[in-house]
């Protein structure tokens, strides 16, 4: 439990952080020109590089809630808790933690990466995704974001059981990302069930 208060990772210094990080959110939708207030807000992530810390942290956020999934995607376990009580950020309501076990990537930082938006929709692919992604946000000016530094990567995330696509987008930009997909951690983990 040290190592994660030294690192600035326990649960309760993640918790105070959250107001400053939704409003670092806010800041990016803003600048893509959308508005996400009427969507839901389905899961927060964090990001570590250490695997004994992401283990520490995988047993300290059970206080918080409960184990809903733990799979493995490209290589490496991905745990989801919902949370007993969801958390407030911003004007937002997040019923989920995603704790992704470190992989071959090193994160400049750890904490709090991305929030994952619902935009509901039935969407097979990253294509399909787009399209709706037009449609939902008509301001979004796909071609000035990378001259605003917002990367933007379209992704097929699935695990070995799901049965549910979700093509998701990730908008991200100086460590924080919103990620859009048409399905909810919850609806993808009662698909791998099914």
């Known amino acids: ?3 994660l208060i030294d690192a600035g990772l326990h649960p309760e210094q993640m918790l105070a952080g959250l107001p400053a990080f939704g409003a670092r959110i806010e800041s990016l939708a803003q600048e893509m020109n959308i508005s996400l ?4 807000a ?3 992530a964090l990001r570590v590089n250490d695997l004994e810390v992401a283990k520490a942290l995988h047993q300290a ?3 918080y809630g409960e184990e809903w999934s733990n799979n493995e995607i490209n290589g490496r376990p991905i745990i989801v808790i919902g949370f007993h009580q969801p958390l407030e950020v911003g004007s937002w309501r997040v019923e989920a933690l995603e704790l992704p076990y470190p992989g071959d990537k090193s994160y400049p930082q750890q904490g709090w990466e991305h929030i994952e938006f619902v935009i509901a929709a039935k969407a097979n692919n990253t294509d399909e995704l787009k399209v709706k992604l037009d449609e939902a946000f008509p301001l979004l ?3 000035k974001l990378a001259e605003k ?5 379209a992704s097929m995330p699935s ?3 799901e049965r549910l696509p979700n093509p998701t987008y ?6 924080v990302c919103i990620k859009l997909h048409p399905c909810s951690l919850k609806d993808v983990i009662a698909s791998e069930q099914g």
């Open 1 to 3: 439990m040290q190592k």
């Open 37 to 40: 207030s009427g969507y839901r």
């Open 42 to 44: 389905d899961h927060i």
């Open 61 to 63: 956020w059970l206080e």
């Open 141 to 143: 000016p796909w071609d």
């Open 149 to 153: 530094n917002i990367k933007v990567k």
């Open 159 to 161: 695990g070995e059981k």
């Open 170 to 175: 990730a908008f991200k930009k100086q460590g």
